[in-house]
């Protein structure tokens, strides 16, 4: 069963514009929560993470949004540059080192 | 560089001819992982390792086996491969273990296809 959940494969935005990636996830034992991202050709790389006694946490551009009552986590991405195209992989864990992956949203950010 | 490296990248083999997928870290992590990504699944865990000669089955062990005889090593070794474990395969480490301030670091990939 998938227990992360990424609905949209993938999402088209305009440079300069705001890119938002939603992630569902449905174990509430999950308490930390990640994004990755990942080029061609390359192993995803570590982007932004949160604890869940977060709702939010920013780094640069990038800001990931917790919502656990409705068990939801989004990253926003402003403003959108085209090296920001890739995809990207929500994952969340419960501390018991068997993290789970969505199945992954590709970003084209388009000039 | 602190890196991760598999090897090979590419590998075409024929059901039933044991293989290994060789995976190094220069980082002196102590947690090391095994990952395959197939399309419209994502990520899932094959197998994982919390220290030398420590490893655990993860979400999808069923045909693989797993090593950890050194700290920078974890191969993966498929004894009798069949065609659905065609898969892009990464390995992965952390400091010690999946946990907030214990980002995974993954290699290239190798991408297995087994006809």
């Known amino acids: 069963d998938q227990q992360v959940k990424q609905n949209s494969p993938s999402l088209s935005v305009q440079e300069g514009r705001i890119s938002i990636l939603n992630c569902d996830y449905t174990?509430?034992?999950?308490?930390?929560f990640l994004w990755y991202k990942k080029y061609p050709a390359e192993g995803p790389t570590f982007l932004i993470s949160i604890s869940s006694i977060k709702d939010k946490n920013e780094d640069g551009r990038f800001t990931v949004f917790l919502n656990k009552s409705a068990k939801h986590l989004s990253l926003h991405i402003v403003p959108s540059q085209p090296g920001d195209s890739a995809v990207y992989f929500c994952a969340a864990s419960a501390h018991n080192n068997d993290m789970r992956f969505g199945a992954g949203t590709r970003l084209t950010v388009k000039p | 560089e602190a890196q991760v490296t598999q090897n090979p990248r590419y590998l075409i083999t024929v059901t039933g001819k044991k293989l290994t997928v060789t995976c190094s870290q220069n980082m002196n992590h102590e947690y090391m992982s095994w990952y395959r990504q197939d399309p419209g699944l994502g990520l899932r865990q094959i197998y994982y390792s919390m220290n030398v000669e420590v490893t655990d089955k993860g979400d999808v062990p069923e045909g693989y086996k797993v090593s950890r005889k050194e700290k920078r090593n974890f191969p993966l070794i498929l004894e009798s491969p069949s065609p659905n474990q065609t898969s892009l395969y990464f390995c992965?480490?952390?400091?010690?273990?999946?946990?907030?301030?214990?980002?995974?670091?993954f290699g290239n990939g190798t991408r297995l296809t087994v006809t």
């Open positions: 174990n509430s034992m999950f308490d930390y």
């Open positions: 992965a480490s952390s400091l010690w273990g999946a946990d907030y301030n214990s980002p995974l670091h």
